[in-house]
């Protein structure tokens, strides 16, 4: 549990769309399942007044504060505005906002980060999947059959391949503390030394799984900061240099962030590299 | 996107960053009498998009009379192996000095970079490895509207104030034209005043819709098609067509076929909650490649639901091999729809590759 537990309230911004509306309902499912108190009220200007699975629904984050209690924030807001939503939930006191949303505008992300650090706030993403903290919090869209409680925190740029990595810990019996989704755009809000921080203090966490990808240097820098046992793996070992893999950040630029380096530069600093997902649990296990 | 050196140079006329006269042309015949305002001597720079145009061929210098002659042998060229489509026809300007000026993203540190040189025209990751204390360095807030004066001191260190304006404006042109990367190489000093030589301007994808740009330049038309699907499509050179979901999880997928001996064709991320409709488009593009023998369909997750996946392919009843490896809601009826046509269903994505690649020719 390191962006909340089970008292944490959440709202959603940009609740009444299809992806908004349908993780509302996702969330507050497993809310119930955990008995926690999940999505409290939802945000779309010019929507107040509707419901969304029976989530009130605000035309502002202030006056959904003004009616309800709430520290974090999960967004669903579409590109264009969503460096706005960001601003919006940090000018109001939030503590936490976490931007599920791709395709913003790279000077829109990097200004809404930069203010939000000025009010205090963290945002994880944008592009990014969330966090879940399996048996206590669940903030954005991953699935929650694949993941079972622990002590293994997991870090990553993906979503999917999150997913995939989770899973094959889960089979082998290898539960998770907080599986963090930082996002894969080349700005981001909570960085790898970041959830690092956070998975030092958490005295659940004993290990750490570290998902990275070309481009960049994050990587490296997480990866050397923590003492905890960590285990990476680096998406992309055959992603040609110029070319765009999906992610606005995984591109190999200028001789920088090619995943050969990145591992080498891993390895040399004694940090354990998994030749491919399959393999982690086992390396994990040689750790422990 | 990447923009040409026309094409910025417009813009930065109109942010008052001062660039020399000139014209486009896309034929020799449509260098008219405008050509006699600029001196005796000309440029002629071939609007291609490569790096090291100059030492590849693609800049000519020649005096006004032999101007038509010199432009049709321009036209004549491939630089890099790109042929020649338009040529910037500019003055040539008495160059006093050269200096390097590029603002870019920081990654790690979240702001714009602006780095300077006192020495331009080079190959500035050359300068960075050799001489690094050549390249001033310093890091802005992206809530300045403006590079504060310490700032510039420190960047300009005891270089001509002069440049002070015209860096600055290139920093605007950054934030409004929702760049990447914005360059000046050379930014050069004349007897009349300062000048932008060469200009370089990356846009952002993600806010080309408010940069006026419908559209992106820089795909392939199958690309483009990938785009309107609203898919990330990359395409490669190998025999196995891949489509996965999620950036990550496909370009994994890829790093195991090269793990296994194989190679990947393409790179397509059909994105999250992919239904049966989104599934037949990515099957059929892939399949459309030439040269693709078999397709990888790798798909995980909560949103995504097998079952319209398995119709998706079937849909699709393209002509090559198709391995599947589904895990998610509605697995099960996913699996039977596909089994009852006979398709290849794998349980882990390292059997769904080695499988491929045992079926891929190399």
Known sequence: MIYGDKSTKVIVQGATGNQGAFHIDLMNRYAEEVGGFGVVAGVTPGKGGQEVHSVPV???????????????????VPGSAAGDSVMEAAYNGLELVVAITEHIPVHDAMKAISYARLEGCSVIGPNCPGTLSPGELKLGIMPVNLSVPGNVGVISRSGTLTYEVVNELTRAGIGQSTIVGIGGDPIIGQTFVDVLE???????????????????????????????????????????????????????AGGEGDAASKIRRLEAAGITVADKPSDIPRLLEEML | MKLLEFEAKEIFKKSGIPVGIGFVITNPDEIDDRINYMGGEVVLKAQVDVGGRGKA?????????????????????????????KILVEEKLPIENEYYVSITLDRAKKEPVILFSATGGVDIEQTARENPDALQRVWIAPVLHDIPPFMMRRLLNGVPKELGPVINSLYRVYCESDALLAEINPLVTTPKGVYAADAKLIVDDNALYRQGIEVNRDLTDRERRAEKFGFSYVELDGSIGVIGNGAGLTMSTLDLISHYGGKAANFLDVGGGAGEDRVCNAVKLVSEMPGVDVIIVNLLGGITRCDEVARGIVKAGISQKVAVRLA??????????????????????DDVVKYAVSEASL
């Open chain 1, 58 to 76: 605000y035309n502002s984050v202030r006056e959904a504060l003004l009616e309800h209690d709430a520290s974090t924030s999960v967004l669903f």
């Open chain 2, 57 to 85: 061929g693609g800049v000519i210098i020649t005096d006004v009379k032999s101007a038509r002659e010199n432009a049709a042998l321009l036209f004549s060229r491939e630089i890099k192996g790109i042929p020649v489509e």
């Open chain 2, 328 to 349: 998610g809601t509605n697995e099960a009826e996913g699996r039977e729809i596909l089994k009852k046509q006979g398709y290849m269903m794998l349980d882990t994505m």
């Open chain 1, 198 to 252: 956070r998975f030092e203090q958490d005295s659940q966490t004993k290990a750490v799984v570290l998902i990275g990808e070309v481009g960049g240097n994050l990587e490296e820098e997480g990866a050397s900061y923590t003492d905890l046992p960590i285990v990476t793996y680096i998406a992309g070992v055959s992603a040609p240099p110029e070319k765009r893999m999906g992610h606005a950040g995984a591109i190999v």
